[in-house]
């Protein structure tokens, strides 16, 4: 089924790498609750819905794509979720905000099996990529300091270093130091590892506790929050939330299919610049974010961690799969994983790498070019400064254009770009 001999692997290499994909993505269903939970979302919800949503998409990536790629629910999209659309300017219910990942998730679906997702693609300048992926990555670090008072509010300058003698800048240092140093010495499941050690740190000096013990049925306390798709599609129309639907869909191309790409590449799966079977790997992604939203989680993408598993020889459907039986052994977990999610310094170190790592796509911009590497810029800085990250993709959007147009380079812009860059005007103008 999985064409063990054609792609030149064997079952033992196939679950072992299944295995150490998991371990390096796993901290996503600690760290997804709780930036979820800040929008008001139940903890079990949350990681009963990440759950689903990762099982789901990234069994359809094994059985219907047959590559070793994992899909759960993204970084950076659930901060947007939590911090951007339930608690910025738009004001709306975390249940409104899920309409609006729905709606993106069966747009998406629609895109996928069309060749409309690969013309959006192609039409978004390669500086403007980098830029938003660079964007979030400053955007999540810069909300792990926060959340564990490193960096603080100041009435003068907006933020300033906070205490670094509470237990949570002490955890979160030494949680830093002991991943980085793994990271140093390629130690698959860093991340994870990172915050079991920074755990058992926080419990054997009083800081955790395990009050409801390890295990526990998974729950969804409050069912189905989309049961009815028309009722979603009308929240997005009555709460004009078409910018937010935008950029969930936006982002997610950019991450999901950069990532898919990566992956393939570094398999050897790719068959010159084409990905084969891309309708169906590219449709586990939008199928993961419509059911993830009907059950209450974020938008979904294919994760790069999968990176480590190709490194431990996966090349078939077959690591995915053992990823998504994993997963679902994982839902058995609820309770440890809300002990855990109590102390942020946890989970913050695993935070603050990640996005470290999407800063890396700034040494593709091309700064030499005022045009090119501005636009960039302004989508960099301003997503970690307005707390949007539609925002900062809003104002790429907008200044590329313009800047090419001045330079007399306006045949060099995708028509699509024009419009993106209309519609983003309108809603920075008139909808905010």
Not at 158 to 178: D, E
Request: glycine share 10%; hydrophobic share 55%; proline share 4%.
């Amino acid at each position: 089924m999985f064409k063990l001999k054609e792609n030149n692997t064997n079952a033992k290499t196939e679950v072992l790498a299944g295995f150490t994909t998991f371990f390096t993505m796993v901290y996503i269903i600690v760290v997804n609750p709780i930036i979820l939970s800040h929008a008001g979302v139940p903890f079990d919800q949350v990681f009963t819905a990440t759950i689903i949503a990762s099982v789901v998409a990234t069994l359809w990536m094994a059985l219907f794509a047959n590559y070793p790629i994992a899909i759960a629910p993204g970084m950076g999209l659930n901060a947007y979720f939590a911090y951007s659309v339930v608690g910025g300017s738009h004001q709306i219910s975390y249940q409104t905000a899920f309409a609006a990942v729905f709606v993106a998730g069966i747009i998406f679906v629609i895109l996928s099996l069309t060749p409309l997702r690969e013309k959006l693609i192609e039409a978004i300048p390669e500086n403007l990529k980098y830029g938003i992926t660079a964007g979030i990555g400053l955007f999540i670090a810069f909300i792990s300091l926060r959340l564990t008072k490193i960096i603080t509010a100041d009435p003068d300058n907006l933020v300033r270093l906070g205490n670094l003698h509470t237990y949570s800048a002490v955890f979160t240092f030494i949680g830093l130091a002991v991943t980085l140093i793994l990271m140093l010495f390629r130690v698959n499941g860093a991340l994870f590892i990172g915050m079991i050690i920074t755990g058992l740190i926080a419990f054997f000096t009083g800081q955790l506790s395990f009050e409801k013990g390890f295990v526990g049925l998974p729950s969804l306390p409050e069912g189905l929050i989309i049961a009815n798709p028309i009722t979603a599609f009308g929240d997005v129309i009555q709460h004009s939330l078409y910018a937010v639907v935008f950029s969930f869909i936006l982002v997610t191309i950019f991450d999901t299919t950069g990532t898919m790409i990566g992956v393939a590449n570094q398999a050897g799966l790719m068959k010159g610049d084409k990905l084969p079977r891309a309708r169906h790997a590219l449709l586990s992604d939008s199928l993961g974010t419509a059911i993830g939203a009907m059950f209450g989680t974020s938008p979904t993408t294919a994760f790069i961690e999968s990176t480590s598993g190709v490194a431990a020889g996966g090349r078939t459907g077959l690591t995915s799969l053992t990823v998504a039986i994993l997963f679902i052994g994982a839902a058995f977990f609820g309770p440890l994983v809300s002990a855990v999610s109590g102390l942020s310094a946890i989970t913050a170190p695993a935070l603050i790498i990640v996005g470290s790592l999407m800063m890396g796509s700034i040494a593709k911009i091309r700064w030499n070019e005022l045009d090119e590497a501005f636009p960039a810029f302004l989508t960099i800085l301003s997503m970690p400064l307005t707390s949007s990250i539609s925002t900062g993709i809003a104002l790429g959007f907008i200044s590329y254009p313009i800047l090419k147009v001045a330079k007399g380079k306006w045949r060099e812009v995708h028509p699509l770009l024009y419009v993106f860059a209309v519609l983003f005007f309108i809603q920075l103008a008139f909808l905010q």
